[in-house]
């Protein structure tokens, strides 16, 4: 009876902060927001604030609920916690496993760039001298006043790779010598830095760990398809991993690498309706191989210079995971990068059932993990910790552990399990054998309807405009119809040129890219030139 | 006919190989070497020099001939290439499975450590200070001169890791609030600077690549478990995965890890005699645990202080899997550790023989990914490249694939390959369907006989010393009696004191561990002081 009583309290809490998700949909797709305020203002919520209320704010403390990572004392740099890590370590797997399949290996290279390498690519110099570390001395010695100071001064400073086509460069040069010698299809996994004084957990951090491609081709046609086909891993990645639509597309002039001929993006639309680049691609033409004698013996026998492309995704994939999927309960994984997929909660009331709960939970553990999800077995664990019963579950919840288990002295008599799925508000009990017998199945279908969500989100919140001005008002804030909901992806008709960038700077808006098209525009008008143009952008604020 | 004379060609060019191989375990048997020596380097090896020629050039030419590192225009720092990059991955794996079954999880903490916390711990600090990379500066600015210079100076200069007791030590004083949150066990896989001028890769090198483990516990017995359990670790990945038998023990007073209070390492013997110290594992105390404040409510009520350990095992392993086992013709894998297990070669005389071949090939290949080995399948690949049969041949025996196979018209007629295992001599003609059945069975054997071979020379080269007089002589070079052999491992009772640390500076020799045994030593006498002790060490030339 106690159970009862506490499960069904569990239950209604669940129930009010489902609500208060129901109701962040419903008022996504309603003008009529202002009534329900204070409604949904009632509700209770795992994160505090809402979405609604602050999503900057919201964000920071999901990612401190779910435990992700922290601000170190070093400025501008990030802990990631085990929990944050394991979603990276998932990520790096199934990215590692597709970079293999596509004919890359993994190398590393040093950590320090001289600075005359950096030097030698004037645009990229110009995009990363700004935010640096660099280093100047080879050790600290006693100073006058006691403390230690920097001694050994370097006869050429050394930066702290922000990136790694100068020194990769310098090997390929070195390793290319003829045709027979290419593609050359390198990945490297490390940690880069770009100082950075405003962090953002995961978003934006002096240093972060990426992967780093680089390649070197024969013929520009095969560099421009690696570029193609990079993007395309990046963004199968995303929407058949991360449960993320994105928009593949080309970025404009002035949204490019340092040193790219093209640079491509994946776009993602987050719950804000701002867009998060997440994964670029970049031709890198013969830019860097002129800079830095990347040369090969032709089949003619002639002398060519090869041609060179770059590509990269961070662990601020993580920041975009949180942001597409979280609700106002805490994190929200898919299930194919959780890193673990089932927590059993022992339920146990009084002191003779422990024995019991804790056989009938260890031997539905040792069943669950025989289960093989996404070609592994599903990662299951107990949580016999000695936290209270709605402690324990509000812990996963705001931790995002996609099926949570509890089982206690009655379920064992009808040998079933009462089971919470993190994407849908109600928990249920059922059989033990046909839970474990569809849980494939269950987290097939959470991972395909967090993507659905996702998709749809980014469907509404997406507009076709034909004039500056309706499209200026879609991205100004306090519109009168309106007054919280406005931006999203804007699409229309564009010129990349100076002109259009000025007109977007004042609405914090800028070209997220231009989306691949099967056929060709037909010819229309730029709506910020008015000049004629077959090319179509999208458009939208970002982080 | 054709392809026969090539194979018998290509034969002995591998028994003369060979012959080389053998003739050097005899020499490390025999004392009349130097009879031999003439008949020895008769013999055309893949290597140049050999082992018994040079052993330190043969080492970076074993390394080289497999393609597995080299040298960056960053002083001190190496570029790990994909078949070395390869090896340390399979390390990771196996490591990284080991550490979470220990219960350990892994994070990821800044790359950059303040000034002020690396002076926290005074002896950790004096034992680091000598050689860390020392940013200063956060951008480059246009210099007067045209170039760019370091500009931003930073308030306080950060040292680029080259250990992170300091920066998790802190961390660890914010998570740890009371022996609930004990014990804390963290592992993480990253890179770490020492400034070094004299590389030598893999072994020593300015940036590497480890693993750090970092543990806190409620109670000093708990801590000295972890600080043991994960030495036994780090010998069971060496003797297991690595085929490289280790001595277990604790280092003396002189060689302890700055601020630990002590510190057990593994010890392995090379095939110059040497010791590679291969994985360290520190108790630390609660040294740093008050020099940070890591303290927590313990179950009185009252405060305590934490102890901690940390463990870290390098790239280093690398340098000691490759002395441990290559031979005058390049390198040889322990199969459990190797990128690849099978290579196979196509031979093909004729244009028209190509299709036929290649499809025998592509369905053997086939065939082989099927098998399970160690958990996973079979590593399998075509080398279809335009080299030379010989030439082919020897440039996977210098890189040292486990297993060779080669198929041509004769083999498929006769439905048969002819195989070669690297750690064997002769290459022989092999039914394939008994080929493919007995892989699993050939790749254990080779794994164990390359670690029972690296057993013996340890066994054989171990000696036990009564006398320093002995013990000199066995250390001293250009003795009467055996001028090329002298040194290995030497067992004796001594008393660590700087006494002995003085005598053996001359000879260049080191305490390498204080072996662990199951029971007391009956007393003896210090060979270095004559004072009586029960303490039994093992002392050699080290890397």
């Not at 106690?2 to 489902?18: N, P, Y």
């Not at 100073?143 to 100068?166: K, M, N």
């Not at 290419?182 to 962090?199: A, G, T």
């Amino acid at each position: 009876m106690v159970q009862l009583i506490s499960r069904a309290a569990d239950e209604l809490t669940t129930c009010l902060s489902t609500r208060s998700l129901n109701l962040y949909n419903m008022v996504q797709n309603d003008s009529h927001f202002t009534k329900k305020r204070s409604l949904y203002l009632m509700a209770k919520t795992g994160i505090s604030p809402t979405r609604q209320e602050d999503y900057p704010a919201w964000y920071q403390q999901v990612v401190r609920a779910a435990d992700l990572a922290e601000n170190s004392p070093v400025r501008g740099c990030m802990v990631i916690k085990p929990w944050g890590y394991g979603i990276w370590e998932n990520m790096q797997k199934v990215l590692d496993k597709m970079f293999k399949d596509t004919g890359h290996e993994n190398a590393y290279f040093p950590l320090f760039i001289p600075k005359s390498f950096l030097e030698k690519e004037a645009e990229h110099v110009e995009g990363f001298a700004k935010e640096c570390a660099v280093v100047t001395h080879h050790r600290l010695e006693p100073g006058p006043d006691g403390g230690l100071v920097p001694a050994g001064e370097l006869e050429e400073p050394l930066i702290v790779r922000p990136t790694s086509e100068t020194i990769i460069g310098h090997m390929f040069a070195k390793w290319i010598g003829s045709y027979r010698d290419l593609p050359l299809k390198i990945n490297q996994w490390c940690n880069v830095v770009r100082w950075e004084m405003r962090v953002r957990l995961f978003l934006r951090t002096a240093e972060f760990l990426w992967q780093e491609g680089h390649t070197a081709h024969e013929t520009k046609e095969e560099a421009l398809e690696e570029t193609r086909t990079m993007l395309d891993v990046y963004a199968q990645f995303a929407e058949e991993y991360m449960a993320m639509p994105v928009v593949r597309g080309e970025k404009t002039e002035s949204e490019r690498f340092p040193g790219a001929d093209m640079t491509l993006s994946i776009e993602a639309m987050m719950q804000d309706r701002k867009a998060l680049q997440s994964g670029t691609s970049h031709f890198l033409g013969q830019n860097f191989s002129k800079a830095q004698e990347i040369k090969f013996q032709n089949k003619d026998g002639g002398e060519s210079f090869a041609w060179t492309t770059s590509w990269g995704l961070s662990t601020r994939m993580v920041g975009a995971l949180i942001m597409t999927h979280s609700d106002d309960d805490g994190l929200v994984l898919p299930p194919r990068l959780a890193p673990k997929h089932v927590v059993i909660c022992p339920v146990i009331r009084k002191d003779e059932e422990r024995v019991t709960v804790m056989e009938y939970c260890e031997s539905l553990k040792a069943e669950i993990a025989e289960v093989i999800y996404d070609g592994k077995p599903v990662e299951v664990f107990i949580d016999d910790s000695d936290k209270r019963g709605g402690e324990k579950k509000w812990y996963h919840i705001k931790r995002g552990v996609p099926i949570r288990v509890e089982a206690g002295p009655r379920d064992i008599q009808s040998n079933s399990v009462f089971v919470g799925r993190r994407d849908q508000p109600k928990s249920t009990g059922i059989d033990r054998s046909e839970f474990v017998a569809t849980l494939v199945e269950t987290l097939d279908d959470m991972q395909k309807s967090l993507y659905e969500r996702a998709l749809k989100l980014r469907t509404d919140n997406t507009h076709s405009f034909e004039s500056f001005e309706d499209f200026s008002a879609f991205f100004t804030p306090k519109n009168a119809k309106n007054p919280e909901l406005h931006g999203g992806f804007a699409e229309c008709y564009f010129v990349d040129c100076p002109e259009t960038d000025e007109m977007l700077k004042p609405l914090k808006v800028t070209p997220r890219c231009i989306p691949f098209s099967e056929t060709e525009h037909p010819e229309g008008t730029c709506i910020f030139t008015g000049k004629p143009t077959r090319v179509r952008g999208v458009f939208s604020k970002s982080y």
